[in-house]
């Protein structure tokens, strides 16, 4: 039996953060140092005051007070914490490739292939491996070869332990987690990491609920999970459309099929598209994978998900300006909300981004409010795209702080991220400050329109007929 006392986790981002100081949290009696080369995002952990450590998450700040500096410690100093280690987590970030072979599909590993090669230079005593990043099936065995080829007698076990917790609820998913799913080798010593990694969770997850299987089936159920997920968004949202030229109501339709329990209600609430980090890039991976095996009505199947998702971005944005009578050009916009869904500051792949984008490009005048992610992030997310150059979007967009001074003279407001405090503005206020007709289009379905429309405005509301 192998007793865990020291680990570490490389990648100090929004899987590695929470999931370590939930395991210092209930793990008192194991330390645990999480390390990034990002100094910048350290010395934010690190943070006097626990209200700026990098992450947004309801309830993480108050449990990072109570653990760090007592088991759970943030620091740049990589290759002390591999040494000190006997379990070792990566969980560094795999995004979808930009370049070369599988451009725009495939998870690019060069920062997991870093650190396995990083492991192997400094480590001298035996060490368990977990790959806690999102991976492409059989990574676990490219690591092990550049683990096992150095030749300094240090044994490596390779664990798959998909994170499945969702931003803004990742507190509560790893307090109280439907499932923790442990991938293992099936060798004796696969075996026994595999135990020592279930009898650190079994320290608050119930042990009904830790599921072990062999490493393939443990990597190819997290892409499983994310698509049947990402699925069930495209699939009412193909639906919205539908009821938007009909009388259909689409929350009335996902309630009705929701309450068969063949179907179950949740994940079913049609939106202006989903984002994340994890959802495209991890179909795009399984479709990339179905191809290379030469299963193309696999990978068609899984892509159509994207496809629609893709759809539902533009054909919102292309909404807004067909309502504006046909032209945006000029027209001050307000933007409520950027981040990619509630109670997070994270905005990887924000249907937000790709409304904004497209509203520019009809030269709209873009006035943005998040309640959580800084103008810094917003201007860099724009930039990334590539529309236009950085000073035009700066010309053409304002983040403001306060929301309420934005609507002034201001021809639409379009809500992109369901954040509670929108559906307690004054919207008699706002609407008395915008120019008449004032519209107000809903990606998130989250505001009472009979009120609004009551008030003066014009709506447009993703899954219902006008
Ligand atoms: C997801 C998975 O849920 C999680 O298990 C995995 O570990 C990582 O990927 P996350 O991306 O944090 O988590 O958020 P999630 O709650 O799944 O939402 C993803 C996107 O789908 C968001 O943009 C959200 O707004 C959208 N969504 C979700 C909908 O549009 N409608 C829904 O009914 C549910
Ligand atoms: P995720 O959502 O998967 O947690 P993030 O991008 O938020 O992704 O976090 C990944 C973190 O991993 C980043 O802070 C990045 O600096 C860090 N990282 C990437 N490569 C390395 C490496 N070789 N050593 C240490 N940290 C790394």
């Not at 309801?58 to 990072?64: A, I, K, N, T």
């Not at 969980?91 to 451009?103: A, E, F, L, R």
């Not at 929350?251 to 049609?270: H, M, P, Q, T, Y």
């Not at 009578?325 to 790709?354: C, H, M, P, Q």
Request: glycine content about 6%; overall charge negative; aromatic content about 8%.
């Amino acid at each position: 039996m192998k007793v865990i006392k020291n680990i570490c986790c490389i990648g100090a981002g929004y899987v590695g953060g929470p999931t370590m100081t939930m395991i210092a949290a209930k793990c008192p009696h194991i330390e645990v140092n999480v390390v990034d080369i990002n100094s910048e995002r350290i010395a934010a952990w690190n943070d006097i005051n626990v209200d700026n450590i990098p992450i947004y998450e309801p309830g993480l700040s108050e449990l990072v007070a109570e653990t760090r500096g007592r088991n759970l410690f943030f620091s740049t100093d990589v290759d002390k914490a591999i040494q000190a280690a006997d379990m070792i987590f990566i969980s560094v970030n795999t995004p979808t490739k930009t370049y070369g072979v599988g451009k725009g599909m495939a998870a690019d590993l060069k920062y997991i292939e870093l650190c396995a090669r990083q492991i192997a230079a400094v480590a001298t005593t035996d060490k368990i491996i977990v790959e806690k990043s999102t991976l492409p099936v059989r990574t676990a065995e490219a690591l092990k070869r550049i683990l096992d080829n150095t030749g300094n007698g240090v044994n490596y076990e390779i664990l798959s332990n998909p994170e499945f917790l969702a931003e803004g609820t990742a507190v509560s998913d790893l307090l109280n987690p439907d499932r923790v799913l442990i991938g293992g080798e099936e060798t004796e010593s696969g075996r026994l990491a595999q135990q020592a990694l279930v009898d650190v969770y079994a320290n608050w997850v119930p042990k009904d609920r830790i599921l072990t299987t062999n490493v393939w089936s443990s990597e190819l159920s997290k892409l499983t999970a994310n698509a049947f997920l990402a699925q069930r968004v495209s699939s009412i949202n193909a639906i919205s459309e539908l009821c938007e030229v009909t009388e259909a109501d689409v929350d009335e339709v996902a309630r009705a099929i929701g309450a068969d329990s063949r179907i179950g209600s949740k994940f079913l609430k049609a939106s202006v598209g989903f984002g994340g980090s994890c959802f495209q890039k991890d179909i795009l991976n399984l479709v990339y994978i179905a191809q290379s095996y030469g299963l193309h009505e696999v990978a068609d199947y899984w892509e159509q998900v994207i496809i629609m998702n893709d759809h539902q971005k533009r054909r919102f944005a292309k909404k807004i300006v067909e309502t504006l009578f046909n032209t945006v050009s000029g027209k001050k916009i307000v933007i409520l909300g950027w981040a990619f869904k509630k109670d997070t500051n994270d905005t990887r792949e924000s249907a937000a981004i790709y409304v904004v984008d497209y509203l520019l490009s009809e030269q709209a005048e873009i006035i943005i409010y998040d309640p959580k992610v800084s103008a810094e992030r917003i201007f860099s997310d724009l930039e990334y795209l590539n529309t236009r150059t950085n000073k035009e979007n700066r010309e053409l967009v304002t983040v403001v702080e306060n929301p309420m001074l934005a609507f002034a003279d201001s021809h639409a407001a379009v809500v992109l991220t369901e954040w509670d405090e929108f559906k307690s503005y004054d919207w008699k206020q706002i609407y008395a400050a915008m120019l008449k007709p004032a519209f107000l289009f809903d990606g998130r379905m989250l505001l009472n329109h009979n009120q609004l429309v009551d008030i003066g405005f014009q709506t447009f509301t993703i899954g219902k007929g006008q």
